[in-house]
Antibody, heavy 114, light 109 residues
Framework: EVQLVESGGGLVQPGESLRLSCVDSGFTFSTYWMSWVRQAPGKGLEWVANIKQDGSEKYYVDSVKGRFTISRDNAKNSLYLQMNSLRAEDTAVYYC???????WGQGTLVTVSS | QAVVTQEPSLTVSPGGTVTLTCGSSTGTVTSGHYPYWFQQKPGQAPRTLIYDTSTKHSWTPARFSGSLLGDKAALTLSGAQPEDEAEYYCLLSYGGVRVFGGGTKVTVL
């Protein structure tokens, strides 16, 4: 059974940075594309970024390009999202998800506020 | 970036049938967009119901089915149950980029 657990969320001020992590404990992590998806309070789902199995391809939604970086460490079954220059509009629950069959974690809350 | 459109809200009677659609601003939705459908209930993480147009997860109730309908992807709920009341999102792939629809609030009433 796939199990994804996100961590690293919290309260930060505008302009600050945060690094999210997602650890998989249930499947062959290195064989699938992985995504980060976010959901602002009371809003819909927004795809943020994804990364190929070997990290050679990465894609981002326009609103985070140049500020967020997705990466992975297959040896640690881990996915990361480095978020820099955070803005109030980045406030959301951030989910990691597999791009094969769509397994999701429970999410971690990021709040950007002064 | 492409825009993916869904009905904002739909109502279905218990035991009834409802079809949700997922359209693309770029034109016809095909299997090459690898349509996904997710269900989300308040306070919960999303759950994948359908992937690759019509493939169900082991936990997907048989009353849900995915298809291509005209120029859109579709999720059909046949025999709606009270527990199916939720928000439903579709996701389409455009090369490496993914785009969610705005979601459809389904009320079972």
């Amino acid at each position: 059974e796939v199990q994804l657990v996100e961590s690293g969320g919290g309260l930060v001020q505008p302009g600050e940075s945060l690094r999210l992590s997602c650890v998989d404990s249930g499947f062959t992590f290195s064989t699938y594309w992985m995504s980060w998806v976010r959901q602002a309070p009371g809003k819909g789902l927004e795809w943020v970024a994804n990364i190929k199995q070997d990290g050679s391809e990465k894609y981002y939604v326009d609103s985070v390009k140049g500020r967020f970086t997705i990466s992975r460490d297959n040896a640690k079954n881990s996915l990361y999202l480095q978020m820099n220059s955070l803005r109030a509009e980045d406030t959301a629950v951030y989910y990691c998800a597999t791009e094969f069959r769509g397994y999701w974690g429970q999410g971690t809350l990021v709040t950007v506020s002064s | 970036q492409a825009v993916v459109t869904q009905e904002p809200s739909l109502t279905v009677s218990p035991g009834g049938t409802v079809t949700l659609t997922c359209g693309s601003s770029t034109g016809t939705v095909t299997s090459g967009h690898y349509p996904y459908w997710f269900q989300q209930k308040p306070g919960q993480a999303p759950r994948t119901l359908i992937y690759d147009t019509s493939t169900k997860h082991s936990w997907t109730p048989a009353r849900f089915s995915g298809s291509l309908l005209g120029d859109k992807a579709a999720l059909t709920l046949s025999g709606a149950q009270p527990e199916d009341e939720a928000e439903y999102y579709c996701l389409l792939s455009y090369g490496g980029v993914r785009v969610f629809g705005g979601g459809t609030k389904v009320t079972v009433l």
